[in-house]
């Protein structure tokens, strides 16, 4: 019999950028065990290959699942729209069997569409008012066409326009100065209208987990009254409902969450204690991956 004590569910990102997910889980379920990984030794994400995406998050993923987590989340957009369909019929089947990982991505695309992932409803039976949404997001989640793919099958009258933020999660993690930022944003707030040649979005989503950390330069940088999405919150409405249709995978015994880095504790700890509203203490990863998750690439 599993001590329930060994239970807890774990948030994946590639830095910082989860945690903006974490305290949002953490708020919404204070009563369950939550443990941090934060790839800070690879970051950012954004710009690299789709296999090198695929195998971090696999490794990742593989890691916690040796602390002990049954659950995982993935609170990187990058990963789930790269890495988590391949690696949930390609890898978990073979390398972890029972356990279980979700990502960020299907949170936003029910709010967006207004309709349950697994729903089977032929594309426009509920086609809507036509609108369009911004996304903002990675290099490598704009190339995937996640987004844009997953809407458009659940709600073809919504237009989803893109524009890639190449730098972004770079500077967030790097803690640039706040100007630094504001006129990144504002570079790809002007790229965005561009595109839409001028007309504002009816909202716009922050497409990664960093993003939320510098919500108030897209609010600046966008039309006044333009809706901001994002996902945090979100996410921990889903996860609740999820855990309710799984209590297998729940994770009971609230605890202060316990912080991974494959960076530098002392480097990462500072930013992250910032960014997470409350003390985030890194401290090193020492679990290898136990399942040699990469021959499964
Ligand atoms: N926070 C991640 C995301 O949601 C990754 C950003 C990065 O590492 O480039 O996409």
């Given at each position: 019999m599993e001590n329930a004590g060994w239970r807890m569910i774990g948030v994946?990102?590639?830095?910082?950028g989860g945690l903006t997910v974490l305290r949002a889980l953490t708020m919404a379920l204070p009563d369950r065990r939550f443990v941090y990984l934060g790839d800070h030794g690879h970051a950012p994400y954004g710009n690299r290959s789709p296999e090198e995406i695929y195998a971090l998050t696999v490794q990742g993923?593989?890691?916690?699942?040796?602390?002990?987590?049954?659950?995982v989340v993935l609170a990187c957009n990058t990963a789930a729209a790269v890495?988590?369909?391949?690696?949930q019929q390609t890898w978990l089947p073979h390398a972890w069997p029972e356990r279980r990982v979700l990502g960020v991505l299907v949170p936003m695309v029910e709010a967006?569409?207004?309709?349950?992932?697994?729903?089977d409803v032929p594309a426009g039976r509920h086609a809507g008012e036509p609108r369009t949404i911004g996304i903002f997001a990675t290099q490598r989640?704009?190339?995937?066409?996640?987004?844009?793919?997953?809407i458009g099958k659940r709600a073809p009258e919504v237009t989803v326009v893109q524009q890639a933020c190449p730098e972004l999660a770079r500077l967030i993690e790097a803690d640039a100065p706040r100007d630094v930022i504001a006129a990144a944003v504002r570079g790809y707030a002007d790229g965005l209208m561009e595109r839409l040649r001028g007309v504002?979005?009816?909202?716009?989503?922050?497409g990664c987990t960093h993003y939320p950390l510098v919500a108030d330069a897209f609010a600046a940088a966008l039309p006044p009254g333009v809706e901001l999405l994002c996902q945090p919150t979100l996410t921990a409405k889903s996860l609740t409902a999820y855990l309710e249709r799984h209590p297998e995978l729940d994770a009971p015994g609230g605890e202060h969450p316990s912080f991974h880095t494959t960076g530098e504790p002392g480097r990462v700890t500072p930013l992250a204690t910032r960014?997470?509203?409350r003390p985030a203490p890194f401290r090193?990863?020492?679990v290898e991956p136990s399942r040699a998750p990469l021959e499964a690439i």
């Open positions: 994946f990102d590639s830095g910082h993923v593989d890691r916690l699942f040796g602390l002990g987590c049954r659950l890495a988590l369909r391949r690696l967006i569409t207004g309709m349950p992932w697994m729903a989640t704009v190339d995937s066409e996640a987004f844009p793919r997953e504002p979005p009816s909202a716009v989503m922050l960014f997470f509203g090193p990863l020492v």
